[in-house]
């Protein structure tokens, strides 16, 4: 019960807390069904890759990538600014900035005036959401610039991950020699997250203790 | 809240999100479940005025003011009733009501049963995370019979309340469960569910990261409904009844027609009623 | 309006057999078990003394049981228009005796009293020969054998339409107006008709109503249908309520009314929903009503709170009965009066109106949609089981203007703020569909915008803005009736109403005059009309119907009386009577 529950699994800097009680209103005989299947991420089972055709396809799926990134960022860096966390707010902002930067680099290259429109039923991603694309609950109310970018080198090496499988797949020689250049610009990416990691310290052990207990509200 | 939205504005996701924040805690599933909605009012290409989120009160149930649509938050319980009451005077308008489990399913546990009976044509959007978050912590009606509190301390010992059974068997057209952690799959869930006729019930699996930190797990523990949605109450019940909470997507789809809209269209003057008093 | 000089103990017959003496009212009670069919005999007998062109008022008791049970019907006709119930009853007539001794205490009988009973159903029970009541055997059932399709109660509603004065040919309209089929059921019912009339010329002793007076524009009408009709000429087109007894004949009559003036109305699954949902319909635009009684009331009053907060106009109708919990609930009581006003936690000025008589449902209930709507705050209109359920013959209740006129924003409002802090304290809806300007109502202490807000500016702001609406109303002359001259002055409201003007008239023959003030409007109050209204009184009389004087004590916490102030009350639920009333005022005057 205690609200100082370590919430970042991604990183190292959190140990990942086993599901005491993750069971729900489950007889037992389906509780006992449950043991026996095999536990796979939703990331997984749930999605396709993206149908990518041509080099326009992949560009728009990169640009949605990117744009997709920047937007949670900002959401994150919101979250922390409702919750007095400046610096991790400022930090996620620049994220934002950064990722929008890509994002319009993309527009620029392919000469686009405007954002490539989603497909028919929106953007398929392999994962739930685009590989850049934080999860919301990864966030913790005292989470430390560490944890934050400890989240952006994840996306970087998801996004990274995603246009290798996308050189494998390629259905030409074109899109593969443009899904090999994306794919080294995002280990670029994950360089220079790392680097910055390297020069932020590591939160001390207690970095999520607080004293007081959660507050009531409405 | 007051948010200007210019009506001809593309109607993007974020078109739907207020610039008033939520106070939800980081890591909070409703992020994303606020996500989803937005999203979905988007892919049916609505405009935020023509909109209406109704909740009681909780934390999720907090919803309607980080939208740019109308929003009625309520009292405790009873999203249900006053959005049965909006819909039925303004049928033009999407009505979405929201809220969480103790909510709906226990303050509120009476009008979710004879919404789904009544079956008027609009969307309810759960946010389930098995406990009370706003009074801190105390067990709610689909929470673990033995999970520990300071209010039950041991537990209820109550056994949890299994609301998509209850849906079915009281009658709602359309049943889905969605995942936080996924909210493109709910957004397209909450989408289908504003499109089906008659009462939409969408309960979203929303971790409550400060009372159940152990939630967390539900990431790896969620999967897509193993088999087809279906229309034969009967299997859906079957499915439901031996289903461990965790199969998402659309799990019962039903063709009964959606409550019959309310306001006729006058036939005559209200003078004329006092004929039937004169002598 | 002096009905009642007539009355009164040791008075000698005037007429002969079947020729009583002349009256300008005249109280009857037809009684017997399920199955006799007193209510039917008692609805003809009302609708045959409107057809005579005279004024009349029935209310109905009942035992507990929903079938088979006992019942009794009380008409009182006259030639003035009435708001209540007589003193003594002139005839009691019953079909059978079967614990009929429950209504004694209903129907008070006097040595004047005829009793008219079925001899081969018993004798009539001790609590009424007691009363000195002469008793005349009739045969009702016998007699209805003989003729084929005849029925006992038809029976008695020719002999006491005879024994009253109505003439035939008004009660054999009555009889062919409620049975369009024709055929054997009529010439059954209008041959027993005839023999009730032919009884009536053995029975000696009963008053006759004087003249009828001279014919106006009347109706026939229930109080509920009354605060109906009232409701939709105020503008309300949806409803959602949950069945209560007194409220449900309300609920009944407009929900094919709404229909066809294009509304609607939903049954709800209880009072919580009932009441949620007019919210959710005012908030979409459209006015919205519930109606209910004390319990159903209890359980809406934490929304009733919602609606002040959010600002939605809504109507709330209690037909009050007998509380607290389930109480009795076939009968009046006006002990609402405390939760009405203060039932809300917080600081949650409202409004509350009471109608003051049948007919004046329909005002009252038109007048709190148009506060409730102009106002944008809900208002409860506290009725009264007696004349929700009584079913009278009125004066045709003049037309007034008012309607809900409610304040809406425009589209696209540059700068929109839906609780702005306006100088009259209302400041304009956003209707959903409304481009531009999307809100969201919040129960929530807000700001201007409407955003959730615990800064003490903002709270304090808008507890202010939202008292100012009701401080700024101008009620006009409809806070209350104000009648007659005097330094003594009664105030009361709701259904002690009619008593109480009958014993102004009886105290005016004995040559006491006073004041009346009854109030229409109980929340906001308005100390600076009733001061005036007050001026030179050196005494006031409390009258209400109920056991802690509820009224009297909100008076004195909200007023400042002149003189010397009483309460008199008493609970329900037996309905008030002019002679106590009456008694109290003669009392007064000398004393």
Known sequence: MSPARKPIRRGAAVAKKPAKKAGRKAPPATSARRAQLKVVPAAVAAHSAPPIKDVEGLMAYAYALEAEASERYNEFADVMETHNNREVAELFRKLARIENIHAEHILEEMGWTSPPPPPAGGWRWESVEGPETADFTDLHYLMQPYHALQIALHNEKRAEAFFRDLVQRAPSGKVRTAAKEMAAEEAEHVQLVEEWLKRTPEPESDWAHDPDPPRWSD | M???????????????????????????????????ITKAFALLA????????????????????????????????????AATGLKLARPELTVVAAGGDGDGYSIGGNHFLHACRRNVDMTYVVMD??????????????????????????????????????????????????????????????????????????????????FRPEQREWKQMVRPAPVQSTDDPGRAARRLMTDDGMNVGVLYKGSRAAYRTAIAKAQRRPAELEEEFKI | ????????????????????????SVSVAIAGSGGAGVMTAGNMLLEAAAQAGYYALMTRSSGPQIRGGEAAAMIRIATHPIDGTDDRYDLLIALDWMNINRFAAEIPLGPQSVLAGDPDQGEPPEVFVKTGARYTPVPFKAAAKKIPNGWPNMIAFGLVGALVGLAEDALVKTVQKSMKKGGDALAGSLAAVRAGIEAAAGISGVPRIGSPPPQSPRWLVTGNQAAGYGAIRGGVRFVAAYPITPATELLEWMAPALKKVGGALVQAEDELASINMILGASYGGVPALTATSGPGLSL?????????????????????????????????????????????????PHVVVAPNSVADCLMTTQWAVHLAETLQVPAIVLADQFFGQARAVVERPADVAFAGERRTATAGDEGYQRYALTESGVSPMAIPGTPGITYTADGLEHNERGTPSSQAADHIAQLEKRARKLALLDCGSHWADVEGEGDVAVITFGSCTGPVREAFARAAADGVRARLVSLRLLAPAQPARLAAALEGVRRVLVVEQNHTGQLYRFLRAEYDLPGEVSSFRRPGPLPMRPDEIHRQLIEWSRA
């Open chain 2, 2 to 36: 007051t948010t200007p939205v210019k009506a001809q504005a593309a109607v993007t996701p974020q078109a739907f999100k207020s610039d008033y924040k939520p106070v939800w805690c980081p890591g909070c599933g409703d992020f994303s479940v606020l996500s989803s």
């Open chain 2, 129 to 210: 995370n098995h406990v009370y978050g706003m009074t801190k912590g105390q067990p709610s009606p689909t929470t673990e019979p033995d999970w520990d509190s300071k209010l039950s301390p041991g537990g209820t010992g109550m056994r949890a309340f299994n609301p998509l059974v209850i849906a079915l068997a009281a009658g709602a057209n359309f049943i889905a469960r969605g995942f936080a952690g996924d909210p493109n799959t709910t957004a397209t869930l909450i989408a289908e569910a504003i499109s089906a006729p008659g009462f939409s019930f969408v309960e979203v699996l929303s971790p409550c990261v400060t």
């Open chain 3, 300 to 348: 809406m009053i934490e929304s009733i709170g919602l609606g002040i907060t959010a600002e939605v106009p809504i109507v709330i109708v209690d037909v009050m009965r007998v509380g607290p919990s389930t109480g009795i609930a076939t009968k009046s009581e006006q002990s609402d009066v405390n939760i009405a006003l203060y039932g809300m936690h917080g600081d949650a």
């Open chain 3, 1 to 24: 309006m002096a009905s009642g000089e007539t009355h009164g103990a040791g008075r000698p017959d005037a007429g002969g057999p079947g020729q009583g003496e002349l009256r300008n």
């Open chain 2, 46 to 81: 609505l405009q935020p005025e023509n909109i209406a989120i109704v909740s009681g009160i909780g934390c999720s149930s907090r919803i309607p003011a980080y939208t740019t649509c109308y929003g009625f938050h309520g009292v405790h319980g009873r999203a249900l009733p």
